[in-house]
């Protein structure tokens, strides 16, 4: 069964969570990780994502609140595989919109930086705001 954009978008804007890990580096510099996590009951739905954009699936790790059965989780966090998804579902996207195109420009940026290079502060203060930004929409209704 192949899953169509539209489905996706709409899943991933119920379900599904944009993110950027921030880990500190060996060097000075913190390097940053966008992330896709969908979280679902549904083994299926969550197989069939894991399979198509090759991400990897868990079930432990987060507290689960009383009668409450413990979700799937996929995860998606190779920058190209990101960038599939999101363009994928990026035109039928409703709530997460804003978020997407943030993404979408952080990526762009990491893109153009040379891995494993000592950044500027002044990159690193962007790369800050952006991650403040996404939490920022996270938070509007």
Known sequence: ???????LAGFFDGEGCLYISR????????????RVVIANTNE????LIEK???GSTAREGF?????RRRPWYVEIYRR???KK???????????????????????????????GKPVAD????????QVQKLKDLKKEK
């Open 1 to 7: 069964m192949k899953l169509s954009w539209q489905y």
């Open 23 to 34: 880990q500190k580096g060996k060097k000075k510099n913190p390097y940053y990780t966008p």
């Open 44 to 47: 299926e739905v969550i197989g």
């Open 52 to 54: 198509s954009f090759h």
């Open 63 to 67: 507290e689960i609140r009383p009668g």
């Open 80 to 82: 190209d595989r990101i």
């Open 85 to 115: 998804f999101l363009k994928g579902i990026y035109p039928y996207s409703i709530v997460k919109k804003k978020q997407i195109e943030l993404m979408f420009e952080f990526i762009k940026h990491l893109d153009k930086s040379k891995s």
């Open 122 to 129: 002044e990159i690193i203060v962007w790369r800050e705001k």
